[in-house]
């Protein structure tokens, strides 16, 4: 059965600290992982990933997958207030029409 | 750019009543989905369309129909409301079936069902 598995499912932290969320997977036939971010609306759209071993990077987020141990780590540094927010992890297969999600990483980043 | 629009925003209903959520994409996407998302549980599929005239469920379609009469729009009927339909609903669409594709949201329909 196909299924995406993140971790923490909750997170308190100071500004200031670093994260880390991970995602891991079992889907049939990967082609991409997605990191989204959600705050109270439609998830944002973060990162795609598809090749392992090649970081995303935007500002003080970054991504990395690794397809033989079948996960993927969200790296948040120097957190703000703003970063408060569900963290969402959905994996497509090659030609499936369905995207798997996780149930998300709630991260609380308090002042 | 409009990207996906929902409407309505927030809708209250009485059980056993139907609705309809609508939702239009401007982008030319082939793909088209439904979820609904419920705290604990992630977003889970309703329904999804490859393409006009082309529908499947996904996995929980119970309770819903959906019809792709263009390629623009994909909307979510409620036949029956239930209380256990009370959720938020996104509707999501990419450019085609090809899991390589990002995925563009709504901005989501809160529900209740009283």
């Known amino acids: 059965e196909d299924k995406v598995v993140q971790s923490p499912l909750s997170l308190v932290v100071h500004e200031g600290d670093t994260v880390t969320l991970n995602c891991s997977y079992e889907?049939?036939?990967?082609?991409?992982l997605l990191w989204y971010k959600q705050e109270k609306k439609a998830p944002t759209f973060l990162f795609m990933l598809?090749?392992?071993?090649i970081e995303k990077k935007s500002g003080r987020l970054s991504s990395i997958l690794d397809k033989k141990e079948l996960f993927s780590i969200l790296n948040i540094t120097a957190t703000q207030t703003g970063d408060s927010a569900i963290y969402l992890c959905?994996?497509?297969?090659?030609?499936?029409?369905?995207?798997?999600f996780g149930t998300g990483t709630s991260l609380t980043v308090i002042p | 750019n409009a990207g996906v629009t929902q409407t309505p925003k927030f809708q209250v209903l009485k059980t056993g009543q139907s609705m309809t959520l609508q939702c239009a994409q401007d982008?030319?996407?082939?793909?088209m989905s439904w979820y609904r998302q419920d705290p604990g549980m992630g977003l889970r599929l309703i329904h999804y369309?490859?393409?006009?005239?082309?529908?499947d469920q996904g996995e929980v379609p119970n309770g819903y129909n959906v019809s792709r009469s263009t390629t623009e729009d994909f909307p979510l009927r409620l036949l029956s409301a239930a209380p256990s339909q009370t959720s938020v609903y996104f509707c999501?669409?990419?450019?085609?079936?090809?899991?390589?594709?990002?995925?563009?949201f709504g901005e989501g329909s809160w529900l209740t069902v009283v």
């Open positions: 999501a669409s990419r450019l085609t079936r090809w899991g390589g594709n990002t995925i563009y």
């Open positions: 889907v049939t036939n990967f082609r991409s």
């Open positions: 598809t090749s392992s071993g």
């Open positions: 959905a994996v497509g297969p090659n030609t499936g029409n369905q995207f798997y």
């Open positions: 982008m030319n996407h082939e793909y």
């Open positions: 369309s490859v393409g006009a005239g082309i529908t």
